[in-house]
Nanobody
Framework: QVQLVESGGGLVQPGGSLRLSCTAS????????MGWYRQAPGKERELVAQ???????NYVDSVKGRFSISRDNAKNTVYLQIHSLKLEDTAVYYC??????????????WGQGTRVTVSS
């Protein structure tokens, strides 16, 4: 079993910054891709950013230049640094981790979500 714990969400004014964190724990043998998704009210969940085990990153166009994803493999943690927040960034942000457990099972795990609200 793998657990993901997210933190860092909150209420921020437009133009502000936040850093989201997500730490994976449990029977983890290895972690491949780690990523962040978000779901705004009334919308489908979308991939925001992803980082591979080798450090390759990709972003949805709407956040390029404002969001930065990184990871600390020693801590099984992925971060999402967010700058220049916009009203449309308001959403619940979910961590997503593709990992293999010590018994050989490989699957994608989801965090519980952390809410980011951008409002003046």
């Amino acid at each position: 079993q793998v657990q993901l714990v997210e933190s860092g969400g909150g209420l921020v004014q437009p133009g502000g910054s936040l850093r989201l964190s997500c730490t994976a724990s449990g029977n983890i043998a290895s972690i491949d891709a780690m990523g962040w998704y978000r779901q705004a009210p009334g919308k489908e969940r979308e991939l925001v950013a992803q980082i591979t085990s080798g450090g390759t990153t990709n972003y949805v166009d709407s956040v390029k230049g404002r969001f930065s994803i990184s990871r600390d493999n020693a801590k099984n943690t992925v971060y999402l640094q967010i700058h220049s927040l916009k009203l449309e960034d308001t959403a619940v942000y979910y961590c997503n981790v593709d990992c293999r457990t010590v018994v050989g099972t490989r699957r994608v795990w989801w965090g519980q979500g952390t809410r980011v609200t951008v409002s003046s």
